[in-house]
Every structure is written in C-alpha cells, then in structure tokens.
C-alpha cells in the first residue's frame, strides 16, 4: 500500500480525484486519505496479501529449502541436510527424470503447433457469421466445460484396447489390427495429447472469438477495399491488431504445457507416472504423495520445474514489455 | 506452483482426507504437517464412538464391513462411525492421513507395509489387544502381525492366495491338464494359442500395473527361492544380481503368451476374459471371484499353484495377502478402539464378513469353514500346506520404490521384453534412495 500513499506529486495524474469546482487547486496534489479509506485499503490489500504469502510464497521457499534436504515427511526432527545431492541425483542418476523433461518439451511444442492454431483457425471461421454459428462454438466449446475426469472417462472409452471406439472403427476398416493406445509406452503420449488438444481447441477458440467480436469491422473493410484477401486480411491485418489476445493465448498455452498434468493422471489410471507418459509434475507427485514420500527430493523436483516454468514465463514477459516500452 | 492446484482436481471425491491430501501439496507439507499434528487430540471424543476408516469403497466388502460392525455395535454398545474411502486413494493417502486426525482403528495391509509406519510411530501396538484373541490364530499369523520391534501392531481379518486360475469346462473341453512344472506350464500356453486362446490373461492397464507384481513374484520365488525373494523385496541384495536377471528372462519366455493390449486394459477386463472362455489362465488373486456376477460360473473356476521352476524350491511358497486392521497412534477413544479390535479379531467378525465376502479366506482358527464354496476351501489348504507365505511385492518391500521404481520399470519392459539387464541397472541405480534412510 505505500506505493499508493507515497506516490511522487509529479506521477502524471491519473485521475486521482478530478479536482472539485468550488475548491480549485493549483496543482494536483497527491490524495490524503481518511481513516476509514485506509482501513479499508489496508483490509483489501493486506488480506489477500497475507494470504498470497501464507500460501503461495512460503510453501514455494519451503520447497526451494526442502530440497536440499532428505525428509521422509513423518518427523519435523528428520529432516537431514544433504545440500545438492538431490539435484546431483536427479540430473545424473534417475532414469525418468529426462524423459520427462523431454515429452514436457513435446508437449508445449504439440500444444503451440496444433491445437492453438486450429482454435484460432475456428474463431475465424465462425466468426464470420456462418450459419449454425451457436450450435459449433457450443459443440467445440463443450470439452472446456466438462470436468477433467469426465474428459480422462469419455478417451478412456474411446482408447479401451477391447471394445474401444477407435479399435472398433479400425478393426472395421482393417479386421486384426489391435492397437493398445495408452499401454504402449511409444504411443500413449501422443493418445494423452490428442485427449489434450481436444479440449484445448476449445479453450483457444473462445478466447480468440472474443478478442474477435472486439475486433473494428472497419479495419477488415479497408483491407478489403485495398484488395487484400481473405488470408491476407487475417496475417496483415487481423492477427497483428489482436496482439493483447495473443498474448494471453500464448500464456495460456505455454502454462497449460508446463503445468500438465490431471488429463495423463486420469488417463494413466491415477497412480502417478507410467511408462512413455512421465511428466515433471507427475514425478514430483510420484514423490511427495504415497506411502513413503521422499519430500525433498520432490521438492527438487519442484524447484527445477519451478525453474523452467519462471524461465519460460520470465523470457516472454521481458520480450513483451521491452518492446511495449519502445 | 501451479502443482498445488492442480494436485486435488484428478479426486472426484472431496472428502477430508483428499483435501488434506490437497493440502500437502509440492511445498505445503512443510506446514501443514505439523499444524495437523497438533489438532490431532481432536476436540470431541465421545466415550460411546468409535470411528473406523476403511478402503472397502466396493460394494462387496463395504456391505461385510457393514455387517461387521452393525454386529459389534449390537454387541457392545459402542457405535461406529466408519469413514470409507476409494482404496486407491485411501492406500497413496495413508502417511498424511495418520499424521493428521486418523479414524481410530482403520484397514490396512500387513508385512512390510504395516511395518514402516508401525516403525515411524504411526500406530499404536496393540499387545494388549492380542492377549485377547491371540489363541484363535496360528504361530504364521502372529509373525504377520509384528512390526520390527516384536510388538503386535495389526490384527488380520482374511487373505487370499495368488495362483494360476482357469475354467474347467475349458481345460475338459481342449483336454488340457493343469501342469505341475515349468516345462508343462510353457507348452500348454503354447498349446491353447495354437488353439486360438490367449494363454494369460493379461490386464494392466491405468492404476492395475500392481497386478504384474503377481507373476514376477511367483517367477522369482520359484526360480530363486523364498529368501533370495524376500532379501531382494527388502532392498538388501543388488537387483543386477544373476539371479534376478534369470527371472526376467523367465519371464520373457512366458510373454509371447500374454493377452494382448495388456497395458491399456484393467484386470477387471483380463480376468473378464477368462471368464469369457477367451483367455486360457490368469496369474491372479482369489480376488478374482468379484469379477464373478453369476453365481453358476463360480463352480467352473477352479486354480492350481504356480508351477515348479526350479526343483530346490518346489511350490513350497504361497502368495498370500493378508489384510487386517491397525490402530492409529492417538485413538481419541482408545478402550473402544481396543473393544472394536478384539472383536474384529474374533471367528465370529470374520465368520460375518466371509458372509458377505466369499472372495477371501479366513484367518482365524476358529472361523466358521462349513460353508466356504469349493474355491474358499481349495485356497485354504494351498496357504495351509505352503512352508512360506509371501504377502505381495508391494506389501513385502518399501512401496514408494515399488510403485515408481520397480512397477514402471517391469510394465514398460513387459511392453517390449528385450534388454532385461538395462531394467535391472535402472532399478538398481534407485535402491539406496529408499532403502539406506
């Protein structure tokens, strides 16, 4: 809050409290506050501050220290510093850990190249008011609203190695072939990112519709009247004027890449990582929840994803502004 | 730490426990631990409650806990508040669940999986309790219900054995005879595929990877013997040792004869087939009779004992879980806790739950056998005449490394049985991370 209060006079102005008519003032003065406005700000500041603190910060700096430690999770008294051993452990000696790394970075890719190109791909399309408009955003919206369990159940049914859908339709198609979808260790990935990009269509098209309907149909007809076409209006004109609701969607996507993990969870059976499905986040809980945790070594865990998540993030955020400020 | 939110939404059910599961997301544990352990007098203990927390979440055996402790309340007066959770949720919560506001007395495993948080000081011993019932059981019950420092720390209910099960109707319609070796056992897979079967009927799909730990068992407890078994189980010998390296290539020799599509199906659907005359055998528990919805079928199931591989061992080991109770370690009502347990430990508590259950077997001597179906009572002479009996990989080892190290490791080799010896040094790289603490 003292940012508020101790805000340079010369801050340009912005609108803080349009100076009244019948007491004119030569220059705008920073606010005083009154008591109760302060008890008030300090209330709808403090409060979520605290609890921003309680409940995201110290538990990431509790992790951040965890990590260094080894700690079955049982007694506060057995917690054993062991510096970076877990770190030296993890890069070097635990066989899952770079397959890991290596189908999150497939996964963030997949996510970028596929389905987030074709939500944007459907916004435009529907919103260029063809019929039945309401009857597809509904349809392709539809995966966002169901529960994710609900979405793991539905991909289930359709990858069931014996009376699936899919091995149903190929068996149609070519009698004998039997494709076991979410056991084979080289295939399951890719059937938990189908199950993924599913929903995530949807997701991106209704972000990008709404940045859509915002859209000026002015700057569409000038394209038009200066003989552009329909894929050129979009790259030329549409795209570079929707750069805010970019940006969200490429947050969106880069924090769903990193953060995935409850549709492979449900598809995998709820039991933490199976083979050809490991994730980060899955190791950290293959570590931390169970019958015998080991809290600082999934803490590490943490940390490095963590790491890679505020890289990730940290990079965008710089680009974007830097060139916002020029 | 997008984890934290993230952890809770795979759980459908928003029970206590799962939010305190939640909770101790990737840092919190730090926290919440001991902030957990500190309500864990709990605020009300009312002297004629005693709360009960089961992993029974089936149909099956929620109705025989049912009619177990209806039975007790008659009995002695004390209610019982039972607190039931899915048992997969209920076994991954276990160590947050005792460190926060445990039910009382609450189902759990016994070997080595009792024993850990009967060492971490998680639970009670309960010898008061055994001065009690300890008549009605053998001297191989009572070992199981030892924690480390020889105090009793669990009280058995049932268990059932692990074998190899087929339909009869089958084996006299193909003339196929159970075999009795190794030798016998790979030419009859060989035989039943040549007939159009699937040999093994085969199902680890999604959360059943456990169920492969059945076959590797039994391969290396008869190739390798009890103790070799037990000692690798235990983290104590290398698991590049030779003999292990002979098991999986045991294995490997049976693996042409699986089901298909094993690791995207549920041993519900495996053990289905079976029973559908579509798969030959199944290396699978007594368990298997849940599958069973028509009563008439339970009669064509029959099972024989894994074969003999290696002469020196023989068939002389049975698997056998055994599941049972434990006492949490600050009971709020702790002389209806002991109450609740002695009866639970009694022929007539396991005599009401087999009424409901007939899927297992007793373990107490004076429980009612007149009317086990044929299965119950062929299960009961097989752990009888067994020289050793083994609960189960994930019961007889730390099943933190079981359940990340040793269950993905097989299932993706399985997946492909070649290079048995990289498997090996992979799992070996991981054995003193859980074993040397």
């Known amino acids: 809050m003292s940012s508020v209060r101790s805000a340079p006079p010369a801050a340009p102005p912005r609108a803080p409290a349009p100076a009244r008519p019948d007491a004119p003032r030569a220059r705008p003065r920073p606010l005083r506050l009154g008591r109760g406005d302060r008890l008030f700000l300090t209330v709808i500041v403090g409060v979520p501050l605290l609890a921003l603190l309680v409940f995201v910060w110290l538990p990431a700096l509790a992790s951040v220290g965890l990590s260094f430690t080894s700690w079955d999770g049982i007694e506060p008294s057995d917690i054993r510093w062991v510096g970076l051993d877990n770190y030296q452990e993890i890069f070097t000696n635990y066989p899952p850990f770079w397959p890991a790394v290596q189908h999150n970075v497939i996964w963030l890719l997949f996510t970028a190249l596929l389905p987030t190109p074709f939500g944007i791909f459907l916004a435009y399309q529907l919103d260029r008011k063809i019929r039945f408009t309401r009857f597809y955003q509904t349809a392709i919206f539809l995966p966002m609203v169901l529960s994710l369990a609900v979405v793991g159940f539905i991909w289930e049914i359709i990858y069931n190695p014996d009376n699936g859908l899919l091995n149903g339709v190929l068996n149609g198609a070519a009698p004998g072939h039997h494709i076991d979808w979410l056991g084979d260790p080289d295939l399951n990935l890719w059937a938990v990112l189908i199950a993924s990009a599913w929903r995530h269509t949807g997701y991106i098209m209704i972000l990008y519709l709404a940045g859509l309907k915002g859209f000026d149909p002015a700057l569409k007809e000038a394209a038009s009247l200066d003989g552009a076409n329909g894929r050129q209006t979009f790259l030329r004109v549409v795209f570079p004027a929707l750069k805010p609701v970019n940006i969200i969607i490429l947050v969106v996507t880069v924090m769903e890449s990193l953060r995935a993990f409850d549709i492979v969870y449900v598809l995998g059976g709820g039991v933490g990582s199976k083979p050809g499905m490991e994730l980060l986040s899955l190791l950290i809980t293959d570590n931390i929840i169970g019958e015998s945790s080991h809290i600082g070594y999934g803490s590490a865990l943490a940390v490095v994803l963590l790491i890679v998540s505020l890289l990730a993030i940290g990079t965008f955020l710089a680009q974007t502004f830097r060139k916002e400020d020029q | ?437």
């Open chain 2, 1 to 437: 730490m997008t984890m934290q939110s993230r952890i809770l939404s795979p759980v459908t059910d928003p029970s206590r426990r799962t939010v305190v599961r939640g909770t101790l997301g990737v840092g919190a544990a730090a926290l919440a631990a001991p902030l957990l352990t500190a309500c864990g007098g709990g605020p009300s203990a009312d002297p004629k409650t005693v709360t009960f927390g089961s992993n029974g979440a089936d149909a099956t055996p929620k109705s025989a806990y049912a009619a177990v402790t209806s039975a007790f309340t008659k009995d002695s007066g004390l209610k019982v508040k039972t607190n039931t959770v899915d048992h997969d949720t209920f076994q991954k919560s276990i160590s947050t669940y005792l460190q926060g506001t445990p039910d009382d007395v609450f189902t759990w495993f016994a070997g080595y999986r009792m024993q850990y948080f009967a060492k971490k000081g998680l639970a009670r011993p309960l010898d008061d309790v055994w001065d009690t019932i300890g008549s009605g059981f053998s001297d191989a019950a009572k070992q199981l219900s030892k924690g480390e420092d020889g105090k009793y720390y669990f009280v058995p209910l049932y268990n059932y054995p692990w074998a190899v099960f087929y339909r009869k109707s089958v084996f006299k319609e193909r003339g196929y005879e159970p075999p009795r070796t190794w030798s016998e056992f790979t030419a009859l897979a060989k035989q039943m595929k040549k007939d159009g079967l699937s040999p093994i009927a085969s199902g680890y799909g999604g959360g059943d990877s456990w169920s492969i730990l059945g076959a590797f068992d039994y391969l290396n407890l008869r190739a390798n013997g009890y103790d070799f078994h037990m000692s690798l189980m235990r983290g104590e010998v290398s698991w590049t040792d030779r003999r292990t390296s002979r098991t999986l290539d045991l294995w490997r020799e049976l693996s042409p004869y699986y089901q298909q599509g094993a690791g995207g199906r549920s041993w519900q659907d495996a053990a289905q087939s079976l029973l559908d005359k579509k798969s030959g055998m199944a290396v699978i528990g007594l368990f298997l009779g849940q599958q069973i919805t028509d009563e008439k079928l339970r009669a064509d199931i029959d099972f024989f004992a894994f074969p003999e591989i290696d002469a020196a061992h023989g068939q002389d080991t049975v698997e056998a879980p055994t599941d049972g109770f434990m006492l949490s370690r600050k009971p709020k009502n702790e002389k209806g806790a002991a109450r609740l347990l002695e009866f639970l430990g009694s022929a007539q508590a396991e005599n009401l739950y087999m009424g409901a259950d007939p899927s297992n077997v007793a373990v107490h001597s004076a429980a009612d056998t007149g009317s086990y179906n044929a299965l119950q009572k062929k299960s009961a002479e097989l752990i009888a005449s067994a020289k050793h009996i083994t609960q189960f990989g994930d019961r007889d080892s730390d099943p933190g490394f079981v359940s990340t190290v040793v269950l993905p490791g097989l299932a993706q080799w399985l997946g492909h049985p070649d290079d048995g010896s990289a498997l090996l040094k992979k799992i070996e790289s991981q054995r003193s991370r859980f074993f040397t603490a």
